[in-house]
């Protein structure tokens, strides 16, 4: 049995561009280059903390698994990091949820029992420690 090639090679108007290295004509070609593109990318997700080099590491920002630390080095209660959340809340403009949900997403953060922030708490904690924090989870928090 032979394989038909493509007979249309490039994308019609409008459509997606043919990526780089893609073997456009030659339908066995084509997939076995993607399949060689489905496993490269398996392996950058899977080995995610092994392809980001240490020294990148501290570029991403810091996370909630760093409130504790940081509240620990300015000796600051979980209502005092409250305090500093409402403050930095209302010069952005914005409200926070009531007390009970803001204290139980802060005890989250200091039990590093979550993986990430939103982008929301993660804008207001880089106002409030003067540090860039991510909303991207840690790389260790990457599933292997």
């Known amino acids: 049995m032979s394989i038909p090639a493509l007979e249309h090679a490039a994308p019609p108007a409008g459509g997606v561009p043919v990526p ?11 997939l076995r280059w993607l399949a060689a593109e489905a496993l490269r990318l398996h392996d950058l ?6 392809a980001v080099p240490a020294s990148a590491v501290g570029e991403l920002g ?15 209660s979980t209502g005092r990091l409250i305090v500093e ?27 590093g029992h979550t ?6 708490y993660a804008d207001l904690l880089s106002d409030v420690f003067g540090s860039a924090f991510t909303s991207r989870p840690p790389l260790q928090a990457v599933a292997r």
Request: proline residues 5%.
């Open 85 to 111: 959340l409402r403050r930095a809340a209302g010069r952005r403009g914005v409200r926070l949820p009531d007390n009970d949900s803001v204290k139980r997403t802060v005890r989250r953060w200091r039990n």
């Open 62 to 76: 810091l996370t909630a698994s760093d409130v504790r630390r940081l509240c620990e080095d300015r000796k600051w």
């Open 115 to 120: 993986a990430g922030l939103s982008p929301f």
């Open 20 to 30: 780089a290295g893609y073997p456009a004509g030659d339908v066995a070609a084509a």
């Open 45 to 50: 997700v899977v080995n995610a903390a092994d």
